[in-house]
Nanobody, 115 residues
Framework: QVQLVESGGGLVQAGGSLRLSCAAS????????MGWYRQAPGKQRELVAT???????NYADSVKGRFAISRDNAKGTVYLQMNSLKPEDTAVYYC?????????WGQGTQVTVSS
């Protein structure tokens, strides 16, 4: 059974930093691409960042230069380091993977950035 468990969200002032973690189980993590998405109130869920099994990364334009996605295959965990946070980064952040035809999501973690 595939499980993704996010942690690390919280309340932070504009300009601050947070690091999100997503622990995966039930998959062969080292061969699996992982992603972070977010959904703000009243908006559609959007891609934030992805990392391939080989470590290649991709970012939404809105977070380039501020956020960094990384992975630790030994721990089965993907991270999202978020720096220079802005109020518009406020959202529920979700971990995602697509594994053998399935599309899996974590429960989400709330990030709130105050101005």
């Amino acid at each position: 059974q595939v499980q993704l468990v996010e942690s690390g969200g919280g309340l932070v002032q504009a300009g601050g930093s947070l690091r999100l973690s997503c622990a995966a189980s039930g998959i062969i993590f080292s061969i699996t691409a992982m992603g972070w998405y977010r959904q703000a109130p009243g908006k559609q869920r959007e891609l934030v960042a992805t990392v391939t099994s080989g470590g290649r990364t991709n970012y939404a334009d809105s977070v380039k230069g501020r956020f960094a996605i990384s992975r630790d295959n030994a721990k089965g965990t993907v991270y999202l380091q978020m720096n220079s946070l802005k109020p518009e980064d406020t959202a529920v952040y979700y971990c995602n993977t697509q594994y053998y035809g399935g599309d899996y999501w974590g429960q989400g973690t709330q990030v709130t950035v105050s101005s």
